[in-house]
């Protein structure tokens, strides 16, 4: 099956119909089907550079990443995106409520080292929503 490419800004648009304005059987054409191909390899090989290798996940990352959008919520560090520092405190409890119950959840079934981590990010995380609420 032939293809016809148009490519505008931001899109391709793949023309598949058998048949073409006129009603003449379209002969296949190979230089329509590589072309496609190599936009999708370069797609992929962009999405492949933009990408960051990600830390592994585990319980003691989980509970730092709750740890940071706390200190999201209360201001204290600013949003990746944007570069603003804005003030939530709904979802700042929100998010030591979560850490709370997974201190409740998780007792007895973690290790020492994870086991302190939780309590005192508990613990720096609600003095600084104290602070934070004065």
Do not use: C, W
């Amino acid at each position: 099956m032939s293809e016809e490419i148009i490519e505008g800004d931001g899109f391709t648009v793949k023309d598949k119909r058998t048949f073409d304005s006129s009603g003449k059987v379209r002969e296949p054409s190979e230089k329509a089907e590589d072309t496609a191909e190599k936009a999708k390899e370069e797609a992929k090989r962009e999405t492949t550079k933009k990408a960051p290798p990600l830390p592994e996940v585990n319980f003691s990352s989980f509970l730092l990443s709750l740890s940071s959008s706390v200190l999201l919520h209360l201001g204290e560090i600013a949003d990746p995106q944007s570069g603003e520092q804005r003030k939530d405190m709904a979802l700042a409890k929100q998010s030591i409520d979560i850490l709370t119950l997974l201190k409740n959840k998780t007792e007895g079934n973690l290790t020492e080292e994870e086991n302190n981590l939780l309590e005192n990010l508990l613990y720096d995380l609600r003095m600084r929503f104290v602070k934070a609420s004065e």
